[in-house]
């Protein structure tokens, strides 16, 4: 395995030593992202900051189940970023997957949730329905900065599954896997996954997406009559006449 370069301490010499530290990581890298509202949220005050209250409250209920290794480093505005440390790299890309699955069961229920429990009439509220989520997943080595109590990843894997954010995948809901990721895992069992190339400035990235089968969940519920009236209209809207 790998293990020397997770032992390589790169720095941390001199004055401060005991506060700041970088080291060389073998790490699973999750990004996990909503999206969906683009389209809909206006530049209405109260809209935008509803709308970054229920993205906030879906990307929560999304890695409270996280647990270690996966860990959490930080929100970026409507995505969370998450890494797993550990030596033996298909039992962490494994147990790195299947927590990324469960994302996408805990993102419908809290989806739900916060649709039935909505009154408020303005656009974020309205359009819940419209939100999807895609996770990003890919393995590789990070420069791990520890300052202070401050912990950040760096480099250019980091950088990459960042740069996968903006693709050609034709759908908003589904698990991206790199290639390193996908053959530490061994992908989802019993599922088939779709293999295509992302180019990006100096070459081609090979990647492998599972397209959500339930995306159905996040539907709004038949019984609201009101609110499946108005999808039905804006979604009338977005489809070009024959
Ligand atoms: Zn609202």
Not at 189 to 207: C, K, N
């Amino acid at each position: 395995m790998l293990a020397t370069a997770a032992a390589n301490k790169l720095a941390g010499g001199g004055r401060g030593a005991e506060t700041q530290m970088a080291e060389l990581k073998q790490a699973a890298l999750v990004l996990t992202d909503i999206s969906g509202y683009t389209r809909f949220i206006t530049m209405r005050a109260m809209s935008l900051l509803h709308a970054e209250q229920i993205i906030t409250d879906l990307l929560e209920a999304v890695v409270a189940s996280a647990e270690y290794p996966l860990t959490i480093s930080k929100f970026e505005g409507d995505a969370v970023f998450l890494y797993a440390f550990g030596d033996d790299q298909p039992a962490v890309a494994k147990d790195v997957l299947s927590q990324v699955v469960a994302f996408t069961t805990a993102f419908a229920s809290k989806q739900r949730e916060l649709i039935a429990a909505s009154e408020c009439p303005c656009d974020a509220h309205v359009h819940i329905a419209a939100l999807r989520l895609k996770s990003f997943l890919h393995f590789g080595e990070v420069v791990f900065k520890k300052i202070h109590q401050f912990e950040e990843l760096a480099g250019e894997e980091v950088i990459l599954i960042h740069r996968l954010l903006k693709n050609s995948v034709p759908s908003k809901e589904y698990i991206l896997l790199t290639e390193r990721f996908y053959q530490f895992s061994g992908g989802l069992a019993g599922q088939q996954a779709e293999q295509r190339r992302e180019q990006y400035g100096l070459g081609s990235v090979p990647i492998y997406v599972y397209y959500a089968a339930g995306s159905k969940l996040a539907e709004p519920p038949a019984a609201d009559s009101w609110r499946a009236e108005k999808q039905g209209f804006l979604s009338r809207l977005f489809t070009p006449s024959k």
